[in-house]
Protein backbone atom coordinates (compact mmCIF):
# COMPACT_ATOMS: atom_id res chain seq x y z
CA UNK A 1 0.00 0.00 0.00
CA UNK A 2 1.03 3.89 -0.11
CA UNK A 3 2.67 5.72 2.45
CA UNK A 4 0.98 6.27 5.93
CA UNK A 5 -2.60 7.89 5.76
CA UNK A 6 -5.10 8.67 8.60
CA UNK A 7 -7.90 7.93 6.50
CA UNK A 8 -9.31 4.43 5.84
CA UNK A 9 -7.74 1.31 4.21
CA UNK A 10 -9.55 0.91 0.94
CA UNK A 11 -9.97 -1.91 -1.64
CA UNK A 12 -8.03 -0.12 -4.48
CA UNK A 13 -5.01 2.59 -4.07
CA UNK A 14 -6.06 3.10 -7.25
CA UNK A 15 -8.71 3.59 -10.04
CA UNK A 16 -7.83 4.22 -13.80
CA UNK A 17 -10.43 5.89 -15.67
CA UNK A 18 -9.58 5.13 -19.06
CA UNK A 19 -7.90 2.21 -18.04
CA UNK A 20 -8.30 0.51 -21.45
CA UNK A 21 -6.38 2.70 -23.34
CA UNK A 22 -2.65 3.41 -24.68
CA UNK A 23 -2.66 6.21 -21.35
CA UNK A 24 -4.57 4.22 -18.50
CA UNK A 25 -3.67 0.06 -19.38
CA UNK A 26 0.19 0.67 -19.37
CA UNK A 27 0.20 2.37 -16.29
CA UNK A 28 -1.91 0.71 -14.55
CA UNK A 29 -0.05 -2.70 -15.07
CA UNK A 30 3.26 -1.19 -13.81
CA UNK A 31 1.75 0.21 -10.89
CA UNK A 32 0.14 -2.55 -10.56
CA UNK A 33 3.17 -5.29 -10.99
CA UNK A 34 4.94 -2.98 -8.36
CA UNK A 35 2.50 -4.04 -5.69
CA UNK A 36 -0.20 -1.57 -5.93
CA UNK A 37 -3.89 -2.59 -5.98
CA UNK A 38 -5.09 -0.89 -9.34
CA UNK A 39 -8.72 -0.87 -10.48
CA UNK A 40 -9.14 -0.16 -14.16
CA UNK A 41 -12.50 1.48 -15.56
CA UNK A 42 -13.38 1.91 -19.11
CA UNK A 43 -16.55 2.93 -21.45
CA UNK A 44 -14.67 0.70 -23.99
CA UNK A 45 -16.50 -2.57 -23.56
CA UNK A 46 -14.79 -4.28 -26.29
CA UNK A 47 -11.66 -4.51 -24.47
CA UNK A 48 -12.57 -5.57 -21.23
CA UNK A 49 -12.56 -9.72 -21.92
CA UNK A 50 -9.62 -9.62 -23.62
CA UNK A 51 -7.87 -8.06 -20.79
CA UNK A 52 -9.50 -9.99 -17.96
CA UNK A 53 -8.24 -13.48 -20.44
CA UNK A 54 -4.42 -11.43 -20.39
CA UNK A 55 -4.16 -10.21 -23.40
CA UNK A 56 -3.06 -6.49 -25.00
CA UNK A 57 -6.13 -4.86 -27.02
CA UNK A 58 -3.34 -2.84 -28.76
CA UNK A 59 0.91 -3.46 -29.05
CA UNK A 60 2.81 -2.42 -26.24
CA UNK A 61 6.46 -3.96 -25.74
CA UNK A 62 7.14 -5.90 -23.02
CA UNK A 63 3.59 -5.21 -21.53
CA UNK A 64 2.04 -8.92 -22.13
CA UNK A 65 4.00 -11.14 -19.85
CA UNK A 66 3.34 -8.47 -16.92
CA UNK A 67 -0.17 -8.29 -17.33
CA UNK A 68 -0.45 -11.83 -17.30
CA UNK A 69 1.02 -11.82 -14.18
CA UNK A 70 -0.71 -9.25 -12.48
CA UNK A 71 -4.07 -9.75 -14.30
CA UNK A 72 -6.69 -10.76 -11.28
CA UNK A 73 -4.63 -10.35 -8.49
CA UNK A 74 -2.98 -6.44 -8.27
CA UNK A 75 -4.86 -5.50 -11.77
CA UNK A 76 -8.52 -5.21 -11.70
CA UNK A 77 -11.42 -4.45 -13.92
CA UNK A 78 -14.91 -2.60 -12.97
CA UNK A 79 -18.13 -1.56 -13.99
CA UNK A 80 -18.58 1.23 -12.93
CA UNK A 81 -17.70 5.04 -11.42
CA UNK A 82 -19.45 3.81 -8.26
CA UNK A 83 -16.18 2.08 -7.18
CA UNK A 84 -14.38 5.26 -6.36
CA UNK A 85 -15.05 5.16 -2.49
CA UNK A 86 -13.32 1.99 -2.65
CA UNK A 87 -9.68 3.95 -3.72
CA UNK A 88 -7.67 6.01 -2.66
CA UNK A 89 -7.00 8.01 -5.52
CA UNK A 90 -8.12 8.42 -9.03
CA UNK A 91 -5.74 8.60 -12.28
CA UNK A 92 -7.96 10.61 -15.18
CA UNK A 93 -6.78 9.78 -18.55
CA UNK A 94 -8.93 11.73 -20.33
CA UNK A 95 -7.18 14.71 -21.90
CA UNK A 96 -8.37 17.67 -23.79
CA UNK A 97 -9.20 17.28 -27.63
CA UNK A 98 -9.19 19.64 -30.25
CA UNK A 99 -12.26 19.59 -32.28
CA UNK A 100 -12.83 20.34 -36.04
CA UNK A 101 -11.33 24.09 -35.71
CA UNK A 102 -8.36 22.82 -33.75
CA UNK A 103 -9.81 24.53 -30.71
CA UNK A 104 -9.39 22.72 -27.48
CA UNK A 105 -12.25 21.13 -25.76
CA UNK A 106 -12.38 21.47 -21.97
CA UNK A 107 -16.30 20.13 -21.72
CA UNK A 108 -15.63 16.23 -21.69
CA UNK A 109 -12.87 16.95 -18.61
CA UNK A 110 -15.61 18.80 -16.32
CA UNK A 111 -18.58 16.64 -17.83
CA UNK A 112 -16.68 13.48 -16.37
CA UNK A 113 -15.81 15.91 -13.16
CA UNK A 114 -19.91 16.34 -12.76
CA UNK A 115 -20.19 12.41 -12.83
CA UNK A 116 -18.00 11.74 -10.09
CA UNK A 117 -18.09 14.48 -7.77
CA UNK A 118 -20.45 12.55 -5.64
CA UNK A 119 -18.43 10.06 -5.64
CA UNK A 120 -15.34 11.65 -3.41
CA UNK A 121 -14.33 12.42 -0.51
CA UNK A 122 -11.58 15.05 1.22
CA UNK A 123 -9.45 11.82 1.30
CA UNK A 124 -9.12 11.02 -2.57
CA UNK A 125 -6.31 12.50 -5.01
CA UNK A 126 -7.41 13.11 -8.13
CA UNK A 127 -4.27 12.60 -10.70
CA UNK A 128 -4.79 14.21 -14.30
CA UNK A 129 -2.40 12.11 -16.48
CA UNK A 130 -3.44 12.69 -19.99
CA UNK A 131 -2.27 16.11 -21.86
CA UNK A 132 -4.79 18.93 -21.08
CA UNK A 133 -4.90 22.87 -21.67
CA UNK A 134 -3.26 24.84 -19.48
CA UNK A 135 -5.66 26.53 -16.76
CA UNK A 136 -7.64 23.13 -16.61
CA UNK A 137 -6.25 21.28 -13.59
CA UNK A 138 -6.93 24.63 -11.63
CA UNK A 139 -10.27 25.08 -12.88
CA UNK A 140 -10.94 21.21 -11.94
CA UNK A 141 -9.45 21.89 -8.32
CA UNK A 142 -11.80 24.77 -7.86
CA UNK A 143 -14.97 22.67 -9.21
CA UNK A 144 -14.39 20.27 -7.18
CA UNK A 145 -13.92 23.14 -3.89
CA UNK A 146 -17.19 24.82 -5.28
CA UNK A 147 -18.94 21.44 -5.29
CA UNK A 148 -18.01 21.14 -1.84
CA UNK A 149 -15.32 18.49 -2.43
CA UNK A 150 -11.71 19.16 -1.14
CA UNK A 151 -9.99 15.97 -2.83
CA UNK A 152 -6.56 16.57 -3.97
CA UNK A 153 -5.51 17.46 -7.48
CA UNK A 154 -2.43 17.18 -9.25
CA UNK A 155 -1.48 17.06 -12.58
CA UNK A 156 1.54 14.06 -13.47
CA UNK A 157 1.81 13.96 -17.64
CA UNK A 158 2.41 11.08 -19.42
CA UNK A 159 5.12 10.93 -21.51
CA UNK A 160 6.27 7.94 -23.12
CA UNK A 161 6.60 6.92 -26.76
CA UNK A 162 3.65 5.00 -28.03
CA UNK A 163 3.76 1.46 -28.00
CA UNK A 164 6.72 1.53 -25.55
CA UNK A 165 5.30 2.64 -22.41
CA UNK A 166 6.06 -0.09 -20.24
CA UNK A 167 9.96 0.16 -21.07
CA UNK A 168 9.98 4.07 -20.49
CA UNK A 169 7.89 4.42 -17.27
CA UNK A 170 10.36 2.53 -15.45
CA UNK A 171 13.06 4.72 -16.93
CA UNK A 172 12.16 8.03 -17.69
CA UNK A 173 11.69 10.94 -14.94
CA UNK A 174 8.03 11.77 -14.03
CA UNK A 175 6.52 15.13 -13.98
CA UNK A 176 4.53 16.12 -10.72
CA UNK A 177 2.67 18.78 -9.67
CA UNK A 178 -0.39 19.60 -7.40
CA UNK A 179 -2.89 22.60 -7.13
CA UNK A 180 -1.67 22.18 -2.80
CA UNK A 181 1.45 20.83 -1.40
CA UNK A 182 -0.24 18.06 -0.24
CA UNK A 183 -1.41 16.71 -3.53
CA UNK A 184 1.72 17.49 -4.75
CA UNK A 185 3.53 14.80 -2.36
CA UNK A 186 0.55 12.38 -2.46
CA UNK A 187 1.06 11.94 -6.54
CA UNK A 188 5.11 12.08 -6.31
CA UNK A 189 4.34 9.21 -3.90
CA UNK A 190 3.14 6.97 -6.27
CA UNK A 191 5.49 7.46 -9.42
CA UNK A 192 8.73 7.33 -7.02
CA UNK A 193 6.88 3.41 -6.56
CA UNK A 194 8.44 3.48 -9.84
CA UNK A 195 11.78 3.87 -9.28
CA UNK A 196 12.78 6.49 -11.42
CA UNK A 197 13.13 10.63 -10.85
CA UNK A 198 10.41 12.64 -10.00
CA UNK A 199 10.55 15.99 -10.95
CA UNK A 200 8.56 18.81 -8.71
CA UNK A 201 7.01 22.08 -10.20
CA UNK A 202 3.97 24.07 -10.27
CA UNK A 203 1.08 22.63 -12.02
CA UNK A 204 1.34 25.78 -14.73
CA UNK A 205 4.92 24.73 -15.10
CA UNK A 206 4.15 20.88 -15.64
CA UNK A 207 1.08 21.86 -18.08
CA UNK A 208 2.94 24.13 -20.42
CA UNK A 209 6.25 21.52 -19.74
CA UNK A 210 4.19 18.84 -21.38
CA UNK A 211 2.56 20.83 -24.24
CA UNK A 212 6.02 22.39 -25.25
CA UNK A 213 7.87 19.18 -25.25
CA UNK A 214 5.41 17.76 -28.36
CA UNK A 215 5.24 21.09 -29.73
CA UNK A 216 9.21 21.25 -30.17
CA UNK A 217 9.06 17.55 -31.23
CA UNK A 218 6.29 18.91 -34.11
CA UNK A 219 8.38 21.59 -35.06
CA UNK A 220 12.00 19.63 -35.15
CA UNK A 221 9.96 17.17 -37.87
CA UNK A 222 8.41 20.79 -39.56
CA UNK A 223 12.04 21.93 -40.09
CA UNK A 224 13.38 18.62 -41.54
CA UNK A 225 10.52 18.09 -43.93
CA UNK A 226 10.42 22.07 -45.36
CA UNK A 227 14.15 21.12 -45.96
CA UNK A 228 13.04 17.67 -47.74
CA UNK A 229 10.54 19.45 -49.91
CA UNK A 230 13.17 22.25 -50.60
CA UNK A 231 15.92 19.61 -51.75
CA UNK A 232 13.18 17.80 -53.75
CA UNK A 233 12.20 20.74 -55.49
CA UNK A 234 15.92 21.66 -56.69
CA UNK A 235 16.21 17.73 -57.67
CA UNK A 236 18.86 17.45 -55.06
CA UNK A 237 19.45 14.22 -52.86
CA UNK A 238 18.55 15.07 -49.38
CA UNK A 239 19.60 11.90 -47.28
CA UNK A 240 23.03 13.16 -49.17
CA UNK A 241 22.58 16.76 -47.33
CA UNK A 242 21.55 15.63 -44.32
CA UNK A 243 24.65 12.83 -43.99
CA UNK A 244 26.71 15.80 -45.08
CA UNK A 245 25.27 18.33 -42.04
CA UNK A 246 25.33 15.34 -39.53
CA UNK A 247 27.79 13.00 -40.02
CA UNK A 248 30.87 12.86 -37.22
CA UNK A 249 29.59 16.77 -36.54
CA UNK A 250 28.04 16.66 -32.75
CA UNK A 251 25.92 19.99 -33.19
CA UNK A 252 24.16 18.50 -36.37
CA UNK A 253 23.41 14.70 -34.44
CA UNK A 254 20.15 15.64 -33.64
CA UNK A 255 18.39 17.01 -36.76
CA UNK A 256 15.82 14.52 -37.85
CA UNK A 257 15.17 13.09 -41.07
CA UNK A 258 12.25 13.77 -43.32
CA UNK A 259 9.08 11.59 -42.46
CA UNK A 260 4.93 11.79 -41.67
CA UNK A 261 4.72 13.77 -38.43
CA UNK A 262 1.34 12.56 -37.31
CA UNK A 263 -0.04 10.23 -34.43
CA UNK A 264 -2.98 11.44 -31.79
CA UNK A 265 -0.31 14.15 -29.70
CA UNK A 266 1.84 16.02 -31.59
CA UNK A 267 -0.49 18.48 -33.84
CA UNK A 268 -3.45 18.68 -30.86
CA UNK A 269 -1.00 19.85 -28.73
CA UNK A 270 0.88 22.46 -30.74
CA UNK A 271 -2.97 23.84 -31.33
CA UNK A 272 -3.46 23.98 -27.91
CA UNK A 273 -0.22 25.95 -26.96
CA UNK A 274 -1.10 28.06 -29.99
CA UNK A 275 -4.96 28.80 -28.39
CA UNK A 276 -3.56 28.98 -25.12
CA UNK A 277 -0.97 32.04 -26.89
CA UNK A 278 -3.70 33.65 -28.44
CA UNK A 279 -2.99 32.04 -31.69
CA UNK A 280 0.57 33.91 -31.37
CA UNK A 281 2.22 30.78 -31.74
CA UNK A 282 3.65 31.06 -35.81
CA UNK A 283 6.32 28.57 -35.35
CA UNK A 284 3.47 25.90 -34.83
CA UNK A 285 1.10 27.03 -36.97
CA UNK A 286 3.74 27.03 -40.14
CA UNK A 287 4.77 23.75 -38.46
CA UNK A 288 1.14 22.15 -39.05
CA UNK A 289 1.20 23.99 -42.46
CA UNK A 290 4.78 21.68 -43.55
CA UNK A 291 3.61 18.47 -41.75
CA UNK A 292 0.04 18.54 -42.72
CA UNK A 293 1.10 19.55 -46.73
CA UNK A 294 3.48 16.75 -46.98
CA UNK A 295 1.02 14.14 -48.35
CA UNK A 296 0.37 16.87 -50.81
CA UNK A 297 3.89 17.76 -51.45
CA UNK A 298 4.40 14.11 -52.31
CA UNK A 299 0.98 13.80 -54.75
CA UNK A 300 2.00 16.88 -56.74
CA UNK A 301 5.62 15.84 -57.18
CA UNK A 302 4.15 12.77 -58.68
CA UNK A 303 2.02 14.40 -60.57
CA UNK A 304 4.33 15.80 -62.19
CA UNK A 305 6.00 12.64 -63.65
CA UNK A 306 2.75 10.44 -63.75
CA UNK A 307 -1.01 10.58 -65.05
CA UNK A 308 -1.94 9.15 -61.77
CA UNK A 309 -5.48 7.45 -63.67
CA UNK A 310 -3.26 5.53 -65.37
CA UNK A 311 -1.41 3.95 -62.05
CA UNK A 312 -1.64 2.00 -59.19
CA UNK A 313 -0.10 3.41 -55.84
CA UNK A 314 0.93 1.01 -53.33
CA UNK A 315 1.14 2.84 -49.72
CA UNK A 316 3.21 0.66 -47.71
CA UNK A 317 2.47 1.02 -43.73
CA UNK A 318 -0.70 2.80 -42.39
CA UNK A 319 0.37 3.20 -38.55
CA UNK A 320 1.02 7.13 -37.44
CA UNK A 321 4.46 5.64 -36.67
CA UNK A 322 7.21 2.90 -37.22
CA UNK A 323 6.68 -1.03 -35.36
CA UNK A 324 2.92 -0.07 -33.63
CA UNK A 325 -0.04 -0.74 -34.62
CA UNK A 326 -2.11 2.70 -34.32
CA UNK A 327 -3.20 4.10 -37.10
CA UNK A 328 -5.06 7.65 -35.45
CA UNK A 329 -4.28 10.23 -37.19
CA UNK A 330 -2.04 8.72 -39.61
CA UNK A 331 -0.88 10.48 -42.92
CA UNK A 332 -0.78 7.50 -45.30
CA UNK A 333 -4.66 7.36 -44.84
CA UNK A 334 -4.07 11.67 -46.12
CA UNK A 335 -2.17 10.57 -48.84
CA UNK A 336 -4.57 7.87 -49.97
CA UNK A 337 -7.16 10.26 -50.49
CA UNK A 338 -5.55 12.70 -52.28
CA UNK A 339 -4.02 10.17 -54.69
CA UNK A 340 -7.88 8.40 -55.25
CA UNK A 341 -8.76 12.44 -55.72
CA UNK A 342 -6.38 12.16 -58.90
CA UNK A 343 -7.42 8.93 -60.13
CA UNK A 344 -4.84 6.63 -58.57
CA UNK A 345 -5.81 3.03 -57.50
CA UNK A 346 -4.34 3.14 -54.32
CA UNK A 347 -3.18 0.07 -52.17
CA UNK A 348 -2.73 -0.40 -48.75
CA UNK A 349 -0.77 -2.74 -46.40
CA UNK A 350 0.84 -2.80 -42.86
CA UNK A 351 2.86 -5.04 -40.50
CA UNK A 352 0.78 -4.34 -37.12
CA UNK A 353 -2.57 -2.44 -37.98
CA UNK A 354 -5.40 -4.54 -39.42
CA UNK A 355 -7.73 -4.38 -41.87
CA UNK A 356 -10.00 -6.62 -44.10
CA UNK A 357 -8.81 -4.14 -46.73
CA UNK A 358 -5.09 -4.26 -46.34
CA UNK A 359 -2.97 -6.52 -48.23
CA UNK A 360 0.44 -8.04 -47.81
CA UNK A 361 3.95 -6.47 -48.42
CA UNK A 362 4.46 -8.53 -51.44
CA UNK A 363 1.36 -8.31 -52.86
CA UNK A 364 1.55 -4.55 -52.58
CA UNK A 365 5.05 -4.39 -54.13
CA UNK A 366 3.77 -6.75 -57.33
CA UNK A 367 0.82 -5.18 -58.21
CA UNK A 368 1.69 -1.35 -57.44
CA UNK A 369 3.36 0.57 -60.27
CA UNK A 370 4.69 3.08 -57.28
CA UNK A 371 5.41 2.54 -54.44
CA UNK A 372 4.84 5.09 -51.49
CA UNK A 373 6.52 4.14 -48.31
CA UNK A 374 3.97 5.49 -45.56
CA UNK A 375 5.58 4.29 -41.95
CA UNK A 376 9.42 2.46 -41.96
CA UNK A 377 8.06 -0.23 -39.99
CA UNK A 378 11.43 -2.53 -39.97
CA UNK A 379 9.78 -5.30 -41.53
CA UNK A 380 10.37 -3.26 -44.83
CA UNK A 381 14.09 -2.72 -44.61
CA UNK A 382 14.78 -5.80 -46.41
CA UNK A 383 12.03 -5.62 -48.86
CA UNK A 384 12.96 -6.73 -52.28
CA UNK A 385 11.40 -3.79 -54.58
CA UNK A 386 12.04 -4.05 -58.48
CA UNK A 387 14.00 -1.47 -60.21
CA UNK A 388 10.77 -0.79 -62.46
CA UNK A 389 9.04 0.32 -59.66
CA UNK A 390 9.28 4.05 -59.05
CA UNK A 391 9.90 4.89 -55.29
CA UNK A 392 8.87 7.37 -52.97
CA UNK A 393 10.99 6.83 -49.37
CA UNK A 394 10.90 10.14 -47.76
CA UNK A 395 12.09 8.33 -44.74
CA UNK A 396 15.24 7.04 -46.12
CA UNK A 397 14.64 3.87 -45.13
CA UNK A 398 16.36 1.92 -48.04
CA UNK A 399 19.07 3.84 -47.81
CA UNK A 400 19.58 4.87 -51.36
CA UNK A 401 18.29 8.03 -53.77
CA UNK A 402 14.49 7.92 -54.15
CA UNK A 403 12.41 10.25 -55.02
CA UNK A 404 8.81 11.61 -55.87
Known amino acids: ?26 IGIVLASKGLQVA ?12 LAGK ?7 AGPV ?4 IGKNLHIVDGLDSIPDCAAVMITVGTPVDEYLNPKLLPMMQLMEQIKKYLTSEHLI ?26 VAFCPERIAQGYAVRELLEIPQIVSGCTPRAQRRAAAFFKRLGVITVEVSVKEAELAKLFSNAWRYTEFAVANQFYMIAEEQGADFRAIRKAMTQDYKRGRHFPGAG ?59 AFKANVDDIRDSLSYKLGKLLRFYGGKVLYSDEFAKDHTFISKQDLVKKSSIIILGTPHDAYKNLKIPKSKHVVDMWDLWKRKVSA
Open 127 to 152: ILRSTVYPGATDRVAAFLKSSGKKAD
Open 1 to 26: MLKKNKSKKRRYDLLIIGGFGHVGLP
Open 56 to 62: LPFLEYD
Open 260 to 318: FAAGPCLLKDTMQLSAFYKNNLFLGHASMLVNEGLPSFVVSQLRQKFDLKKETVGILGM
Open 67 to 70: LKRV
Open 40 to 51: LYDRDESKKEMI
